[in-house]
T-cell receptor
Framework: GAGVSQSPRYKVTKRGQDVALRCDPI?????LYWYRQALGQGPEFLTY????????KSGLPNDRFSAERPEGSISTLTIQRTEQRDSAMYRC????????????FGSGTQLSVL | DQQVKQNSPSLSVQEGRISILNCDYT??????FLWYKKYPAEGPTFLIS?????DKNEDGRFTVFLNKSAKHLSLHIVPSQPGDSAVYFC???????????????FGKGTLLTVNP
C-alpha cells in the first residue's frame, strides 16, 4: 500500500480482555516502530524492529505488552489482560534503515478499555 | 521527566504572518532534531529536520533554527497559511555514539491555528 496501514482503527474492549493491534508497514521499509500516544501528549516509544528482529523493547510498560514481526513485514502488538490505563492511541511507524528519526506513521488504533 | 519540552500548547496567527514554534530539550545526547506536523485523524508526518552540526535548515516556507548552547530550537513558518493549521511536534534522537539512534523522543505538541 501507499502508506502505513493499521487495523482496527478503533477498538473498544472490556477490562481483562486481550487485544491484538495490527500494522502493515510501507513495502521495503526494514524498520518498524510502535509508539503510544495519550491525549494531549506526544507519541512515546514502545518498541523497535529491524526486519524480524526486535532490537529494542525498552518502552513496553510491562510484561502484558508484547510485539512480533515474524516475517519482517506485518507486525502485531498484543496487550494481555487489558486495564483502563492502557487506553490510548497506538501508532505504528516504518522507515528505511538509518532514517535518523524520519518515520512514516500510520493513522493509529484508538484503544478504549472499559 | 520531559526531555523535550514544548511550553506553548497553542498558538494563533494571522494568515501571511510569521509563525514561530519553540522547543527546548534537556538531554545532551540528542544530536538530531525533527519537526512533525499532525492533522486531525491522521498520523504525524515528517516536516523538517536539523543536525546538531548546523544552526539553520530551510525548506521553502519552513526554517528550523538550533541553538545548541541554549538547548533550544524553533520552527519558523513564513508566510503562514490556513492549511498550516495543525499540531506541531518537536522530536529528537540521540547520536550514533549515544545508542538508540532510532528512538524518537517527542514533545507534547503545539496546536497552530492560522486565521484567514
Amino acid at each position: 500500500g501507499a502508506g502505513v496501514s493499521q487495523s482496527p482503527r478503533y477498538k473498544v474492549t472490556k477490562r481483562g480482555q486481550d487485544v491484538a493491534l495490527r500494522c502493515d508497514p510501507i513495502s521495503g521499509h526494514v524498520s518498524l516502530y510502535w509508539y503510544r500516544q495519550a491525549l494531549g501528549q506526544g507519541p512515546e516509544f514502545l518498541t523497535y524492529f529491524n526486519y524480524e528482529a526486535q532490537q529494542d523493547k525498552s518502552g513496553l510498560p510491562n510484561d502484558r505488552f508484547s510485539a512480533e514481526r515474524p516475517e519482517g513485514s506485518i507486525s502485531t502488538l498484543t496487550i494481555q489482560r487489558t486495564e483502563q490505563r492502557d487506553s490510548a492511541m497506538y501508532r505504528c511507524a516504518s522507515s528505511l534503515a538509518n532514517s535518523r528519526g524520519k518515520l512514516f506513521f500510520g493513522s493509529g488504533t484508538q484503544l478504549s478499555v472499559l | 521527566d520531559q526531555q523535550v519540552k514544548q511550553n506553548s500548547p497553542s498558538l494563533s496567527v494571522q494568515e501571511g504572518r510569521i509563525s514561530i514554534l519553540n522547543c527546548d530539550y534537556t538531554n545532551s545526547m540528542f544530536d538530531y532534531f525533527l519537526w512533525y506536523k499532525k492533522y486531525p485523524a491522521e498520523g504525524p508526518t515528517f516536516l523538517i529536520s536539523i543536525s546538531s552540526i548546523k544552526d539553520k535548515n530551510e525548506d521553502g516556507r519552513f526554517t528550523v533554527f538550533l541553538n545548541k548552547s541554549a538547548k533550544h530550537l524553533s520552527l519558523h513558518i513564513v508566510p503562514s497559511q490556513p492549511g498550516d493549521s495543525a499540531v506541531y511536534f518537536c522530536a529528537a534522537v540521540p547520536g550514533n555514539s549515544g545508542g538508540s539512534n532510532y528512538k524518537l523522543t517527542f514533545g507534547k505538541g503545539t496546536l497552530l491555528t492560522v486565521n484567514p
